[in-house]
């Protein structure tokens, strides 16, 4: 299957390329996937998109306002953030990204003052505005690289990691 990647192929194909049957291919499948391997199946993806909804805002929130702007611009970020201790701090951030994870929202962003890759949590983000001063936009994966989420794959990626299809 490797060897065909990143083409998707059934499991038609595979029974056929290696001379076994579907039922054979399907339960070696689950097999490798109990086993930690990461297949991915188009029709397991389809069916797990139709399951997945977003509510609209139906009200602008300043912050998220200022935040998608300033990854849309490629500008820096001036936000006031609250710690999960109740502290709060002023700075000045260099947006790369945003990620869900555990229901909430996250920017990732280079800090100015740490001088190194933080996640900020929108909830506690206080006040955000763009500024006119023009970044060169951060890898994301890089900053993200040694966090626990390292892992985090764009949405688009699973569509595009198949590996087989039912």
Excluded: N
């Excluded at 936000?79 to 869900?100: K, Q």
Aim: charge should be positive.
């Amino acid at each position: 299957m490797r060897a065909s990647a990143p083409r998707a192929l059934t499991v038609a194909a595979l029974a056929a390329r290696f001379e076994m049957s579907k039922r054979t291919v399907q339960r070696d499948l689950q097999a490798l996937l109990k086993a930690g391997v990461p297949v991915r199946a188009a029709a397991a993806a389809r069916e797990l998109s139709a399951r997945i909804v977003a509510l609209p805002s139906s009200s602008s929130s300043p912050v998220r306002d200022a935040v998608e702007l300033a990854l849309a611009t490629d500008t820096a970020l001036r936000l006031s953030y609250l710690d999960a201790a109740g502290h709060e701090s002023d700075r000045v951030v260099e947006p790369a990204g945003l990620l869900t994870a555990a229901g909430r929202w996250y920017l990732i962003a280079w800090c100015r003052t740490r001088q190194a890759g933080r996640g900020f949590r929108l909830d506690r983000i206080t006040a955000a505005a763009a500024t006119t001063d023009r970044i060169q936009p951060r890898d994301l994966a890089e900053l993200l690289r040694g966090s626990a989420a390292e892992r985090a794959v764009r949405p688009g990626t699973l569509s595009q990691d198949l590996t087989s299809s039912t």
